[in-house]
T-cell receptor, first 117, second 117 residues
Framework: AAGVIQSPRHLIKEKRETATLKCYPI?????VYWYQQGPGQDPQFLIS???????DKGSIPDRFSAQQFSDYHSELNMSSLELGDSALYFC????????????????FGPGTRLTVL | AQKITQTQPGMFVQEKEAVTLDCTYD???????LFWYKQPSSGEMIFLIY??????QNATEGRYSLNFQKARKSANLVISASQLGDSAMYFC??????????????FGTGTRLQVTL
């Protein structure tokens, strides 16, 4: 079965550079979530999209932006990178909660490991 | 206040024994879902089991079962017949507002399980 695809899997950047992380959800999934997991930390919700519209926002820095495109893939853009942005970035996808299913599991991608030097 | 609390930073269990990982949660919603994820050292987030707030029976998935005590707001994960491959970080997570779209997951701080011979 198709899973969530994230690219790149690993990324090394210098401070103050920009980075773009991509997420391709499971086919027919209309909802995408982004999470950030710092070293030794639990995943923290950043932002989510439903049908290409931002649906919820968490602790996402103003230096970060994201969008979901017409083919439902999503990109997380990160500018003016800081050392503290080094983390594992997960994308997850699901069907919308009110799609009629008793629950809608969020399927996680393998993550993009960002290292800022 | 912490929404998800996992009080065991680390646990050891002998191979073939059962182990319980604790999780308590805090919510004022009537409709919510509780999830357990496994994160091995490779980093991916693997869905294990789900319990809905309205589910009357405890969820089971193979060797995993969820001991759901709604009045106590606890959702402990029980792993039976532990295997060496069960060694990983385990996260409890909650999704509130199940009637809304794109409901994010809130994670606990995790429990690192080590299975020994």
């Amino acid at each position: 079965a198709a899973g969530v695809i994230q690219s790149p899997r690993h990324l090394i950047k210098e401070k103050r550079e920009t980075a773009t992380l991509k997420c391709y959800p499971i086919p027919r999934h209309d909802t995408v979530y982004w999470y950030q997991q710092g070293p030794g930390q639990d995943p923290q919700f950043l932002i989510s999209f439903y049908e290409k519209m931002q649906s919820d926002k968490g602790s996402i820095p103003d230096r970060f932006s994201a969008q979901q495109f017409s083919d439902y893939h999503s990109e997380l853009n990160m500018s003016s990178l800081e050392l503290g942005d080094s983390a594992l970035y997960f994308c997850a996808s699901s069907l919308a909660v009110d799609s009629g299913s008793s629950y809608n599991e969020q399927f996680f991608g393998p993550g993009t490991r960002l290292t800022v030097l | 206040a912490q929404k998800i609390t996992q009080t065991q930073p680390g646990m050891f269990v002998q191979e073939k024994e059962a182990v319980t990982l604790d999780c308590t949660y805090d919510t004022s919603d009537q409709s919510y879902g509780l999830f357990w994820y496994k994160q091995p050292s490779s980093g991916e987030m693997i869905f294990l089991i789900y319990q809905g707030s309205y589910d009357e029976q405890n969820a089971t998935e193979g060797r995993y079962s969820l001991n759901f005590q709604k009045a106590r707001k606890s959702a402990n994960l029980v792993i039976s017949a532990s295997q060496l491959g069960d060694s990983a970080m385990y996260f409890c997570a909650m999704r509130e507002a199940l009637t809304g779209t794109a409901s994010k997951l809130t994670f606990g701080t995790g429990t690192r399980l080590q299975v020994t011979l």
